[in-house]
């Protein structure tokens, strides 16, 4: 059976951010195949010697414990040795796996409701890119015969339970952190720590009370909930003003489902936006590289705070090539961040004589301190912090259950290959609400910049069935309404 085919006929397939499908249509047979599909890619390049040790990890959602079951089992009866970490963040996980010179897998589904999961793949050195996706979807696998139903569950008796929890990965991943920051630098702030259902609730407690500061915790749950720091619902923004009312807090942090993308707000519980937080954090850790996907708001550029900037298309794949290019172009501090707040290593970073290890896949804990130390140091609010940036303000949502190749069909008419045209069209579509369109950039999806200097970019999620719509302006209540307008008119393309 080759990988490739199994991705068509189950419906899971590649995103940006590893394999990604219904959780009832990632079965016990598909996960095994996929596992032993990466597995046998990874040994063929020599990554993986016999016997070798894999690590896997996982999210809280109900279907991440039976994935990981599967994908244990997988590294077993090839004849590798599975290290189960627990549930810890993708960060710890890739992190670890790095450190100890093995590949890693981390079962989630990020952000998105937990009827849905997938499975994130990382090399030895790192995430896998494109090209090894290619590799992976043309293994050719054989399936034990007799051990799946016909539904693709474990017949009885032909599936081992996980091996016991080894806790290294988690302790590397806190130690991270406490060994590169000053001992007690938080100490004075007092910290509200929204926790849900995020993987990384644990660790960001460890370390920011580690490194001084007051926690107190707030929102735990048990049930998942897919908090989506690109498209924050309604109902978070009402629990971080909430929370904030009472004045005690310099800010609230929350991570995603996978701990991999940070939610910070300021000391008035309003919650700043993934590209902001990324400026920010770049420019307390000194980059002289950033490599950020198109869709980022451009205050970047106007900032005027970085020497090399490269935009890339959506996803952590393109950014990490991006960050190499920028290394070997001589850059010492290079980053990347996403929309998402995800934020990237590509380069070893000191600080006071104390080294922190590159880490080029997104996290979410080193964005919070970073962003917490950047204000104490200059004595400033959050809100002060994050209004010294250019006045560039973004907004973004989707639209829910909207079919991929829908969005591609209409987003098409705008990138025809003739500039006048895709002008034109894109004019047709937004019926003169913004004013006359200058350009359109193909980069990914559809981003279409009007004469007023405002920017609306369309695009398919790579993740789930969702339409995405990312508007800039040069004030935010400019920006919701654009969006708010988008999002109108593109619900007119499900007719």
Same mark, same amino acid.
Request: proline share 6%; with cysteine.
């Given at each position: 059976? !080759?990988?490739?085919?199994?991705?068509?006929?189950?419906?899971?397939?590649?995103? #940006?951010?590893?394999?990604?499908?219904?959780?009832?249509?990632?079965? +016990?047979?598909?996960?095994?195949?996929?596992?032993? @599909?990466?597995?046998?890619?990874?040994?063929?390049?020599?990554?993986?010697?016999?016997?070798?040790?894999?690590?896997?990890?996982?999210?809280?959602? &109900?279907?991440?414990?039976?994935?990981?079951?599967?994908?244990?089992?997988?590294? @077993?009866?090839?004849?590798?040795? &599975?290290?189960?970490?627990?549930?810890?963040?993708?960060?710890?996980?890739?992190?670890?796996?790095?450190?100890?010179?093995?590949?890693?897998?981390?079962?989630?589904?990020?952000?998105?409701?937990?009827?849905?999961?997938?499975?994130?793949?990382?090399?030895?050195?790192?995430?896998?890119?494109?090209?090894?996706?290619?590799?992976?979807?043309? !293994?050719?696998?054989?399936?034990?015969?007799?051990?799946?139903?016909?539904?693709?569950?474990?017949?009885?008796?032909?599936?081992?339970? =996980? &091996?016991?929890?080894?806790?290294?990965?988690?302790?590397?991943?806190?130690?991270?952190? =406490?060994?590169?920051? &000053?001992?007690?630098?938080?100490?004075?702030?007092?910290?509200?720590?929204?926790?849900?259902?995020?993987?990384?609730?644990?660790?960001?407690?460890?370390?920011?009370?580690?490194?001084?500061?007051?926690?107190?915790?707030?929102?735990?749950?048990?049930?998942?909930?897919?908090? +989506?720091?690109?498209?924050?619902?309604?109902?978070?923004?009402?629990?971080?003003? !909430?929370?904030?009312?009472?004045?005690?807090?310099?800010?609230?942090?929350?991570?995603?489902?996978?701990?991999?993308?940070?939610?910070?707000?300021?000391?008035?519980?309003?919650?700043?936006?993934?590209?902001?937080?990324?400026?920010?954090?770049?420019?307390?850790?000194?980059?002289?590289?950033?490599?950020?996907?198109?869709?980022?708001?451009?205050?970047?550029?106007?900032?005027?705070?970085?020497?090399?900037?490269?935009?890339?298309?959506?996803?952590?794949?393109?950014?990490?090539?991006?960050?190499?290019?920028?290394?070997?172009?001589?850059?010492?501090?290079?980053?990347?961040?996403?929309?998402?707040? @995800?934020?990237?290593?590509?380069?070893?970073? #000191?600080?006071?004589?104390?080294?922190?290890?590159?880490?080029?896949?997104?996290?979410?804990?080193?964005?919070?301190?970073?962003?917490?130390?950047?204000?104490?140091?200059?004595?400033?609010?959050?809100?002060?912090?994050?209004?010294?940036?250019?006045?560039?303000?973004?907004?973004?949502?989707?639209?829910?259950?909207?079919? #991929?190749?829908?969005?591609?069909?209409?987003?098409?008419?705008?990138?025809?290959?003739?500039?006048?045209? +895709?002008?034109?069209?894109?004019?047709?579509?937004?019926?003169?609400?913004?004013?006359?369109?200058?350009?359109? +950039?193909?980069?990914?999806?559809?981003?279409?910049?009007?004469?007023?200097?405002?920017?609306?970019?369309?695009?398919?999620?790579?993740?789930?069935?969702?339409?995405?719509?990312?508007?800039?302006?040069?004030?935010?209540?400019?920006?919701?309404?654009?969006?708010?307008?988008?999002?109108?008119?593109?619900?007119?393309?499900?007719?």
């Amino acid at each position: 059976m !080759q990988i490739g085919d199994l991705m068509v006929q189950s419906g899971v397939q590649f995103g #940006t951010s590893g394999a990604r499908g219904l959780a009832v249509e990632m079965t +016990d047979r598909v996960c095994y195949a996929y596992t032993l @599909g990466f597995l046998q890619y990874v040994a063929a390049s020599g990554a993986l010697q016999p016997g070798g040790e894999v690590a896997l990890a996982g999210d809280y959602r &109900p279907s991440t414990g039976r994935i990981l079951a599967a994908c244990a089992q997988a590294v @077993g009866d090839l004849g590798y040795r &599975p290290r189960y970490v627990g549930r810890i963040p993708s960060p710890a996980v890739a992190a670890f796996g790095m450190a100890q010179g093995m590949p890693s897998l981390m079962v989630t589904g990020s952000h998105i409701p937990d009827d849905r999961n997938g499975i994130k793949f990382n090399l030895p050195t790192g995430e896998i890119m494109k090209e090894d996706e290619a590799g992976i979807r043309a !293994q050719v696998v054989e399936l034990p015969v007799g051990a799946f139903t016909a539904e693709g569950a474990w017949v009885p008796g032909a599936a081992r339970e =996980l &091996p016991p929890e080894d806790a290294a990965g988690y302790q590397a991943y806190v130690a991270r952190y =406490l060994d590169f920051f &000053p001992a007690g630098c938080l100490a004075g702030l007092s910290i509200g720590l929204y926790e849900h259902s995020s993987v990384a609730r644990d660790a960001f407690y460890d370390v920011l009370t580690g490194l001084g500061a007051q926690v107190d915790r707030l929102g735990r749950s048990e049930v998942f909930i897919p908090v +989506d720091t690109e498209a924050i619902r309604p109902e978070d923004v009402s629990l971080g003003r !909430q929370w904030a009312a009472s004045g005690q807090y310099q800010a609230l942090v929350s991570t995603d489902g996978d701990g991999d993308r940070p939610l910070v707000s300021d000391e008035r519980g309003e919650w700043l936006r993934g590209d902001v937080t990324g400026i920010l954090c770049a420019r307390y850790l000194g980059a002289d590289g950033v490599a950020t996907p198109v869709s980022c708001n451009t205050a970047l550029e106007k900032s005027g705070w970085f020497p090399a900037i490269r935009r890339t298309r959506i996803g952590s794949p393109y950014v990490i090539a991006s960050m190499a290019t920028l290394v070997g172009e001589g850059l010492t501090r290079v980053v990347g961040y996403e929309a998402n707040g @995800g934020f990237l290593t590509a380069t070893d970073l #000191t600080r006071a004589g104390r080294r922190l290890p590159a880490l080029p896949t997104r996290d979410a804990l080193l964005v919070a301190i970073a962003l917490l130390l950047a204000a104490r140091e200059q004595g400033i609010p959050l809100s002060t912090l994050a209004a010294g940036l250019p006045p560039r303000f973004t907004a973004s949502d989707r639209l829910k259950d909207f079919p #991929t190749e829908l969005s591609r069909e209409h987003l098409g008419a705008l990138n025809s290959g003739n500039s006048q045209n +895709d002008l034109k069209a894109a004019e047709v579509l937004f019926g003169g609400r913004f004013g006359p369109v200058v350009a359109i +950039d193909n980069t990914d999806g559809v981003r279409i910049t009007f004469a007023s200097g405002e920017i609306a970019h369309l695009r398919p999620s790579g993740n789930a069935p969702e339409l995405r719509a990312y508007t800039e302006a040069d004030s935010l209540e400019r920006a919701w309404e654009m969006n708010r307008q988008c999002l109108e008119l593109l619900a007119g393309w499900r007719c």
